[in-house]
């Protein structure tokens, strides 16, 4: 079957760095997102992997590794407002999205 | 800026009525989607269309329908509800090359039903 992993929480410090990992196991590949999503509100879309590497917007960041089925999404200089859901979702071979559970991130003062 | 609207927000309703969820994009996308979310579970898809008279179910097995007869328009309607249908439904829309494209989500329905 498809699976997508990702921690059920994490917590952080405001100012400080956080990496939310994904690990994937999908039939076929064509591509990695991830959203984010405040509680009691619609996902909004951060990033877009399909090749190996990292892609850098802003303070956040996303890293793809296809040969391992792995992806992180890396969260620099913490705010408060980025207290939220963080969902990694998976194209697979059929172009339908895999979606994972979703990663709290608490973040503290 | 996404502009895709759902209607209602929150509703409460009893066991055998019958319900349509609205979702309205100004975008132009061609492809709309419902997904169903539960408090701290993944998204399923239970219908999507890429156009106008073009539907298709989703991986979840669900017991709603949806029409396309407008490209902006994609409601999502229940005609017999139950307990079981308590959920949160998101309706988003993309216009991506190659399914690949960005999904933009509306606020959400959320529905009770006693």
């Known amino acids: 079957g498809q699976n997508i992993d990702q921690p059920t929480e994490m917590t952080a410090t405001e100012g400080a760095i956080v990496q939310i990992n994904c690990t994937y196991q999908t039939s076929g590949f064509n591509g990695l997102f991830w959203y984010q999503q405040h509680a009691g509100e619609a996902p909004t879309f951060l990033s877009y992997?399909?090749l190996d590497g990292l892609e850098e917007k802003g303070r956040f960041s996303s890293f793809l590794s296809r040969s391992k089925g792995y992806s992180y999404l890396l969260l620099k200089e913490l705010q408060m407002k980025d207290s939220a859901s963080y969902l990694c979702a998976v194209l697979d071979s059929n172009y339908q999205l895999i979606w994972g559970a979703g990663t709290k991130l608490i973040i503290k003062p | 800026e996404a502009d895709i609207y759902q209607t209602p927000r929150y509703l409460v309703i009893g066991t055998g009525k019958k319900i349509t969820l609205e979702c309205s994009q100004t975008m132009g996308h061609d492809k709309m989607y419902w997904y169903q979310q539960d408090p701290g579970m993944e998204l399923h898809l239970i219908h999507y269309s890429y156009g106008v008279n073009s539907t298709e179910k989703g991986d979840l097995s669900s017991e709603s329908t949806v029409s396309r007869i407008r490209t902006e328009h994609f409601p999502l309607t229940l005609e017999s509800a139950r307990p079981s249908h308590t959920s949160q439904y998101l309706c988003?829309?993309?216009?991506?090359?190659?399914?690949?494209?960005?999904?933009?989500f509306g606020e959400g329905s959320r529905l009770t039903v006693l």
């Open positions: 988003a829309s993309s216009e991506g090359a190659g399914d690949a494209g960005e999904l933009f």
């Open positions: 992997n399909v």
